[in-house]
């Protein structure tokens, strides 16, 4: 399957349009989809790499698969019968994506190389501008670039002093051959706790710096029969039933989440797993018990990390990373450990917001950067007050640890495609919502977070910004989302002439 050649992108650079969509993603994707759908289809897709695919192009790391179930983890317009697992592995989900592209004929649509450095709002229009000096002028601008894109690279004095070889999760390097090696892993999150199984056979030592140890649940993951696959696509009602059922299941999780009281069963069940996996260790199982109540922090699957960590060749670290020098990671116990290869497994920058990255210039010359200077926020995840027909895919506080955020997409899209109508019916020329209903909507959405897991006994994890407040998650129900996102109430908003 073949990528545009890099002369392709010049039709479109320095075009009018009427939408310019960045990210090619689920989100990017998905709204292109919906909005050709709707017969809106002068649109153009930026994409800063090179293929297509987001999250699911940029994480190759060995063992990189989703924590959410196959079936409800793909657009609900374009189910995939063809699942080979319940949880499925990155390349299969990479390779659905290229279907949807193909499927949907987006592909000619897609600028790639298209790397955005800045859009500021002309009073009728965005202008876009991207690093290689061109631009793209659009009534409306959509990002959906989603959170998980920009490693966060811990600042530890001497990393860029070591003599190995140092990488990120999230940029593996292929090339460099982890047999034989004397490895160290940075971080235990979602990323780690998928590759260290995968690497730790053939490594010659592999020792783990943990932070704060993760609650690990076992994955129930298998393979997807042949007999099954032809049933779905034989009577695709079936497995409509099963992406409902799995929808259900992990809603009922969410009650846990906001009564901290009720994540007892949960955590005496993977508090049972870490029991079983040590009975053996209990060493090592003191350093893998968590100081926090489950559910505080993403809660994470897996069936092979504690085995890998039990094996001769493996070490877990507890002790601070204070720095990195030519050779090895020293620890505040001033332990130096020697090694030949780093890796990076500490995530991404998700509550520093789109401001920091790329310069957003709204109404007025408001920078986004400065409105979100107290943290970022949004009206439903999806809109800014200030920022006229700017529409924030996967944006503050819209994202999930109990489900699907394929689902939380397609209810922005449908926010989205209400918005362009109201435009259209009204004469107007912009949209922008209110900013007394953003920060109403801020206030109560900051007060679901109260006595929930998140915020209970002082819980730190990366869903919370610099000021310790939720920017990240959606701390309802995603149905309650849906509702709220399936019209646009003109209230909410002003209609610009």
């Known amino acids: 399957m073949s990528e545009p050649t890099a002369d392709r992108s010049a039709d479109v650079a320095d075009a009018v349009v009427d939408i310019a969509i960045v990210g090619s993603g689920f989100a990017g994707l998905g709204a292109a989809v919906r909005l050709a759908q709707a017969g809106r289809n002068d649109f153009v897709i930026l994409e800063k790499g090179e293929s297509l695919g987001g999250t699911w ?57 298209s790397t955005v450095v800045a859009a500021e709002w002309g009073g009728r229009h965005w202008t876009v501008r991207m690093a290689d000096g061109t631009s793209i002028t659009a009534r409306v601008l959509v990002w959906g670039t989603g959170a998980l894109h920009e490693p966060s690279i811990p600042d530890i004095a001497g990393l860029d002093e070591f003599a190995g070889t140092v990488f990120h999760s999230a940029r593996w390097n292929h090339d460099h051959d982890l047999r034989g090696k004397r490895v160290a892993v940075l971080g235990t999150g979602a990323s780690a706790i998928q ?200 944006g503050p506080n819209t994202g999930l640890g109990h489900s699907s955020m394929i689902y939380m997409i397609e209810s922005q899209t449908n926010y989205l495609l209400d918005a362009l109508r109201l435009i259209d019916e009204n004469g107007a020329v912009a949209i922008d919502t209110r900013r007394d209903r953003q920060d109403a909507f801020n206030a109560t959405l900051q007060g679901e977070f109260a006595g929930s897991v998140w915020t209970q006994g002082g819980c730190a994890s990366w869903y919370l910004d610099e000021h310790g407040r939720n920017r990240t998650l959606w701390p309802s129900h995603t149905f309650t989302f849906r509702r709220r996102t399936r019209k646009v109430r003109p209230a909410d908003h002003e209609l610009l002439a």
């Open 57 to 113: 192009r940029d994480n190759t790391y060995p063992g990189c698969a989703c924590d959410v179930q196959s079936h409800l983890y793909s657009f609900s317009f374009a189910p995939n019968p063809n699942w080979t697992r319940l949880f499925a592995q990155q390349p299969e989900i990479r390779a659905y994506l290229e279907d949807i592209a193909d499927r949907y004929g987006l592909r000619a649509r897609i600028r790639f190389r």
């Open 195 to 394: 590759f260290v199984p995968a690497i730790q056979p053939g490594v010659a030592r592999l020792t783990v710096f943990q932070r704060t140890a993760p609650w690990v649940l076992p994955k129930p993951d298998r393979a997807v029969s042949p007999l099954w696959r032809r049933i779905y696509r034989a009577a695709p009602g079936v497995q409509k039933l099963q992406r409902a059922l799995i929808y259900a299941r992990n809603e009922s999780l969410l009650t846990g989440f906001r009564k901290p009281r009720r994540m007892a069963v949960v955590e005496k069940f993977a508090r049972g797993y870490l029991d079983r996996k040590f009975a053996d260790r209990p060493d090592l199982k003191a350093k893998l018990t968590p100081d926090f109540t489950i559910g505080c922090k993403r809660i994470l699957l897996s069936s092979d990390y504690y085995p890998a960590l039990k094996q001769p060749n493996v070490e877990v670290v507890t002790e601070k990373v204070v720095r990195v020098t030519p050779t090895a990671v020293v620890t505040a116990d001033g332990v130096e450990h020697e090694v030949d290869t780093i890796i990076l497994g500490t995530g991404f920058k998700v509550a520093d917001g789109l401001g920091r990255s790329v310069r957003i210039t709204g109404r007025d010359g408001v920078d986004l950067a400065d409105a979100w200077r107290s943290g970022m926020q949004g009206f439903l995840g999806t809109t800014i007050a200030g920022f006229p027909n700017l529409v924030t895919l996967t």
